[in-house]
Nanobody, 127 residues
Framework: QVQLVESGGGLVQAGGSLRLSCAAS????????MGWFRQAPGKEREFVAA????????YYADSGKGRFTISRDNAKNTVYLQMNSLKPEDTAVYYC????????????????????WGQGTQVTVSS
């Protein structure tokens, strides 16, 4: 089993940047494809970005393309989400998730695929 802890959220003005981190413990993160999801008040949780076990494949929701970058450092057991040009509509609780897969290049984009979830970190973007 793997435990995930997100950090790096906070309050930022529109146009600003934040870098979220997701630290894993319990198992080596290199065994998992990783993803970021978010849930805004009154809305369902939605996919944001995903990265393969190797880090060589990434995928983004349209909402974050060109602004968000997902990356991972398997040696540090950590996944990151760099968010630039933030908008008020990016306000949400951001969750990282881990999907145990054998394939090192596959990305997982649906919630059902993920086995483990963090507790979330709040991101608030003011206008």
């Amino acid at each position: 089993q793997v435990q995930l802890v997100e950090s790096g959220g906070g309050l930022v003005q529109a146009g600003g940047s934040l870098r979220l981190s997701c630290a894993a413990s319990g198992r080596t993160l290199s065994s998992y494809a990783m993803g970021w999801f978010r849930q805004a008040p009154g809305k369902e949780r939605e996919f944001v970005a995903a990265i393969s076990r190797s880090g060589g494949s990434t995928y983004y929701a349209d909402s974050g393309k060109g602004r968000f970058t997902i990356s991972r450092d398997n040696a540090k057991n950590t996944v990151y989400l760099q968010m630039n040009s933030l908008k008020p509509e990016d306000t949400a609780v951001y969750y990282c998730a881990a999907d145990r897969v054998l394939d090192t290049v596959v990305v997982s984009t649906t919630q059902m695929e993920y086995d483990y979830w963090g507790q979330g970190t709040q991101v608030t973007v003011s206008s």
